[in-house]
């Protein structure tokens, strides 16, 4: 599974921004809802309780003329007045039942039967007054308030159940709140996982940008430190190649004076100090032409481990001349590298005299290596490391510089660690050092190839130094010409 890249986490924020967004809008939308629905229940609802108090109403102005006829003794008068009575209690009624056809518990039928009992107690009485019969007529007088009692006992009833219903829609409103206050969670959890997010997110590229700045100033300067070294090189070059023809000549003739000197001879001492010093400018000679020529090179599969035993059997003789014991930790199966097999043996026996010369008392020298994995591919790294003295920072920022050195005159060239940069960066790798008191590390980090990539990689280094060679043919044969 590839891992998250970190362009991908705002990709992710803007989700968690738009989901918190639309999550909002949701809330908001709902709650609105819910509230319109409450105000419109309620409204029709207690409008409901309304018409059940006017047909209350009704139903005591059509039970009034029954009474009212013993103390008016004007039947035709309160009985027409009980008719509009009855009218109006049956239009509202009419619409009550139209309303409350949805409700299960809701039935006007209870309501009506009463107020037909009632209303054949009212008609008695009004057809007794007629017949002048008020004994009979009393009697009906007290039924018809019974059958009212009753009527308004449903009507009671009703408007209980009304409330029943109404309070149950006050219930599925508030479990509709309380789910949404739930969702209102949500969004506060989106909302902070989005700040969170973003202020991850931003010290994440506040870091990648001041990683940015600092690559880009490693570039410029190893761009700087080429173009040094790549002038520094051709400079060397030139040199080299004219002093190296005076130099033979000098060096042929004391030699030759050495051979022909008899021993105790005046002179044998100066010849001697001639061919001792030329050779040590030979050495140095070399030395330039070496750092001159690291751009060109044949690179072919190589194991990294075993250049690196092959430089120790030549560095040992030296190491144990200083005291100095190595020891090695390589690691196994590493994959091959890509390189020139005597500039990197020149590298590691560099790194290696260079670590031996700072433990003039003795010491460990420990040379190991390991494969970190990486995109688009992994590494190689060999580090060596002594337990010397230390580097101060002041000197380690020039170490790799042309012909820098702390040595005393006569024993350093400073070309060096200078080789070891030059050969390491011709390489695609990268050197660097990390020192305190009592232990310094110099680490080369090489690219690794495998399989296919190793042989078309290689096909592709041949062909760039067949070129550069051509051209540099090229390039001598117009000079000579002109």
């Not at 990390?434 to 096909?459: C, Q």
């Given at each position: 599974m590839k891992s998250l890249q970190w362009y991908h986490l705002y990709y992710i924020l803007a989700l968690l921004d738009l989901t918190a967004v639309c999550s909002s809008q949701y809330v908001s939308f709902r709650i609105m809802a819910i509230y319109a629905d409450s105000v419109a229940v309620n409204q029709a609802w207690a409008a409901r309780l309304d018409g059940y108090a006017r047909l209350s109403s009704l139903a005591s102005a059509v039970n009034a003329p029954g009474n009212d006829v013993f103390d008016s003794r004007d039947v035709a008068g309160e009985s027409l007045r009980m008719e509009k009575a009855l009218a109006a209690f049956n239009a509202q009624a009419a619409t009550l039942a139209q309303a409350d056809r949805r409700e299960e518990n809701l039935s006007l039928s209870p309501i009506m039967t009463t107020m037909d009992e009632m209303l054949q107690e009212a008609r008695s009485i009004f057809s007794y007054f007629k017949e002048k019969d008020t004994r009979r007529a009393g009697r009906r007088m007290a039924s018809m308030d019974r059958k009212y009692a009753k009527l308004r006992e449903a009507l009671a009833a009703a408007e209980t159940r009304v409330r029943t219903i109404q309070r149950r829609h006050l219930r599925a409103q508030q479990a509709a709140a309380e789910a949404s206050a739930r969702y209102e969670l949500v969004v506060a959890a989106l909302t902070l996982l989005m700040a969170a997010g973003a202020v991850f997110y931003g010290r994440r590229m506040v870091r990648e940008m001041a990683d940015a700045q600092r690559e880009k100033e490693r570039g410029q300067e190893l761009l700087r430190r080429s173009e040094k070294m790549s002038a520094i090189g051709q400079l060397a070059a030139g040199v080299a190649h004219e002093i190296n023809n005076p130099l033979g000549v000098i060096l042929g003739f004391s030699q030759s004076l050495a051979r022909r000197l008899k021993a105790g001879d005046e002179i044998e001492l100066p010849i001697k100090s001639i061919e001792r010093e030329a050779l040590r400018c030979k050495a140095l000679v070399q030395s330039l032409l070496t750092f001159a020529r690291t751009q060109q090179s044949d690179r072919i599969p190589m194991d990294l481990n075993e250049a690196v035993e092959q430089a120790l059997t030549l560095i040992s003789p030296q190491a144990k001349i200083g005291r100095v014991t190595v020891e090695t930790a390589l690691a196994a199966d590493l994959p091959k590298i890509l390189g020139n097999k005597h500039q990197i043996e020149q590298v590691i026996m560099n790194l290696a005299k260079n670590a031996i010369d700072a433990m003039p008392g003795g010491g460990a020298l420990t040379l190991t290596s390991e494969l970190v994995s990486g995109v688009p591919h992994s590494w190689i790294l060999l580090k060596v490391v002594d337990?010397?003295?230390?580097?101060?920072?002041?000197?380690?920022?020039?170490?790799?510089?042309?012909?820098?050195?702390?040595?005393?005159?006569?024993?350093?060239?400073?070309?060096?660690?200078?080789?070891?940069?030059?050969?390491?960066?011709?390489?695609?790798?990268?050197?660097?050092?990390?020192?305190?008191?009592?232990?310094?590390?110099?680490?080369?980090?090489?690219?690794?190839?495998?399989?296919?990539?190793?042989?078309?990689?290689?096909?592709?280094?041949?062909?760039?130094?067949?070129?550069?060679?051509?051209?540099?043919?090229?390039?001598?044969?117009?000079?000579?010409?002109?």
């Open positions: 337990d010397g003295a230390g580097i101060p920072p002041a000197v380690a920022a020039k170490i790799f510089d042309p012909f820098f050195t702390t040595k005393p005159i006569g024993q350093g060239t400073g070309l060096g660690l200078s080789l070891v940069s030059e050969i390491v960066e011709k390489h695609s790798g990268e050197v660097s050092v990390e020192s305190r008191p009592g232990r310094t590390a110099f680490t080369v980090k090489l690219p690794s190839h495998t399989g296919g990539a190793l042989d078309w990689r290689a096909e592709e280094l041949r062909a760039q130094t067949s070129a550069e060679r051509g051209s540099g043919a090229e390039t001598k044969g117009s000079v000579a010409h002109g």
